[in-house]
């Protein structure tokens, strides 16, 4: 998703006036595909928290260096909010799921929109899939409201963004969850070590 995500920044109308961010843009994308060879489904290896947190902090300067040399209009203000949408809905969640459970935001959990995935019976496969089409679907939108309204585009994106909170929360993204690393569908997987009862 944060190759997507980067794909749709270098190749933003306008983006050849700030060779710096493109190029970043395109090393990003470069790094998550590289990466990808490994890490698709069956993975064998991954980014860990060092990686994802470089790779968020990297989107994270590429949309503020976007906002630094597009117009501010409400269309180009709200781009880098609904292409980055998913990750960001699911850290908000994240947060509120832990503060009503009274623990540390940043406690782990296994109640991101992937584990809930996978504990409703997907394959890993089939989430990175989805993932990657819903990513591709919001850049898609984030291209689109270049040409509407400042009405249109507040209007398309707090659809979106309810849309998608809708759906995280009826997966299950606001309830306990599992703090176990193991996801959901190893934990179900895992035998009883218990000695029968006879």
Same mark, same amino acid.
């Given at each position: 998703?944060g190759g997507? /995500?980067?794909?749709? @920044?270098? =190749?933003?109308?306008?983006?050849? %006036? %700030?060779? #710096?961010?493109?190029?970043?843009a395109l /090393?990003?994308?470069?790094?998550?595909?590289? #990466?990808?060879? @490994? %890490?698709?489904?069956?993975?064998? !290896?991954?980014?860990?928290?060092?990686?994802?947190?470089?790779?968020?902090?990297?989107?994270?300067?590429? =949309?503020?260096?976007?906002?630094?040399?597009?117009p501010l209009? =409400?269309?180009?203000?709200?781009?880098?909010?609904?292409?980055?949408?998913?990750?960001?809905?699911?850290?908000?969640?994240?947060?509120? *799921? *832990?503060?009503?459970?009274?623990?540390? $935001?940043?406690?782990?959990?296994?109640?991101?929109? @992937?584990?809930?995935?996978? =504990?409703?019976?997907?394959?890993? /496969?089939?989430?990175?899939? #989805?993932? @990657?089409?819903?990513?591709?679907?919001?850049?898609?939108?984030?291209?689109?409201? +270049?040409?509407?309204?400042?009405?249109?585009?507040?209007?398309?994106?707090?659809?979106?963004? &309810? &849309?998608? &909170?809708?759906?995280? !929360?009826?997966?299950?993204?606001?309830?306990?969850?599992?703090?176990?690393?193991?996801?959901?569908?190893?934990? +179900? &997987?895992?035998?009883?070590?218990?000695? $029968?009862? +006879?």
């Amino acid at each position: 998703m944060g190759g997507i /995500i980067a794909v749709a @920044y270098a =190749a933003f109308p306008g983006g050849a %006036n %700030n060779l #710096l961010a493109s190029g970043i843009a395109l /090393i990003l994308a470069g790094t998550c595909g590289g #990466l990808l060879v @490994y %890490n698709f489904p069956p993975a064998k !290896i991954f980014c860990g928290d060092c990686g994802s947190n470089a790779l968020g902090f990297v989107v994270a300067f590429l =949309a503020l260096d976007f906002w630094r040399f597009q117009p501010l209009t =409400a269309p180009t203000l709200l781009f880098p909010f609904l292409l980055s949408a998913l990750p960001l809905l699911d850290a908000a969640l994240a947060v509120i *799921r *832990r503060w009503r459970r009274h623990t540390s $935001p940043l406690e782990g959990d296994r109640s991101h929109t @992937y584990d809930l995935l996978l =504990a409703r019976g997907f394959s890993p /496969i089939q989430v990175a899939l #989805l993932c @990657y089409v819903v990513a591709i679907f919001l850049a898609g939108v984030s291209w689109k409201e +270049r040409v509407m309204s400042p009405a249109q585009a507040c209007l398309v994106t707090a659809l979106i963004f &309810a &849309a998608l &909170a809708v759906v995280e !929360i009826w997966l299950g993204s606001l309830k306990g969850g599992q703090t176990d690393r193991r996801s959901p569908v190893s934990l +179900r &997987a895992v035998p009883s070590k218990r000695a $029968p009862v +006879r």
